[in-house]
């Protein structure tokens, strides 16, 4: 459970999630990253007690890419939704399916988003 972690071990958890990326955040990155948004991302990216996979802070969006993983976790992620809209953040969440299997829809999700 994310309470349990300090910053330091949530800076070394972000850090070992951006290593160990899976596909689907790969393919988020090089969008966001080459597609010439027009905004700077930051991936794996600390806003209090949680971790979020993309982060543009000119816009206050967030992008979550959800696994199989994320079916049991809806509660907490839930309320971790929740607690970062009410911050002010916009939060999309793109399932990996998704990203693997349709990557210029997921850019369209995402440039709608910007705007």
């Given at each position: 459970m994310f309470t349990k972690y300090s910053r330091i071990d949530l800076t070394d958890?972000?850090?070992?999630n951006?290593?160990?990326?899976?596909?689907?955040?790969?393919?988020?990155?090089?969008?966001v990253r080459n597609k010439k948004m027009g905004y700077r991302f930051r991936r794996q990216h600390q806003i209090g007690k949680y971790i979020?996979?993309?982060?543009c802070s000119e816009k206050n969006l967030i992008i979550e890419c959800d696994g199989g993983q994320h079916d049991e976790g809806k509660p907490k992620d839930d309320v971790r939704t929740k607690f970062l809209e009410s911050k002010g953040y916009k939060v999309i969440r793109?399932?990996?399916?998704?990203v693997l299997g349709n990557a210029e829809g997921v850019y369209t999700v995402i440039m709608l988003a910007l705007k």
């Amino acid at each position: 459970m994310f309470t349990k972690y300090s910053r330091i071990d949530l800076t070394d958890l972000a850090r070992d999630n951006r290593l160990g990326a899976t596909k689907a955040e790969r393919v988020v990155w090089f969008l966001v990253r080459n597609k010439k948004m027009g905004y700077r991302f930051r991936r794996q990216h600390q806003i209090g007690k949680y971790i979020v996979d993309f982060f543009c802070s000119e816009k206050n969006l967030i992008i979550e890419c959800d696994g199989g993983q994320h079916d049991e976790g809806k509660p907490k992620d839930d309320v971790r939704t929740k607690f970062l809209e009410s911050k002010g953040y916009k939060v999309i969440r793109l399932w990996n399916n998704e990203v693997l299997g349709n990557a210029e829809g997921v850019y369209t999700v995402i440039m709608l988003a910007l705007k």
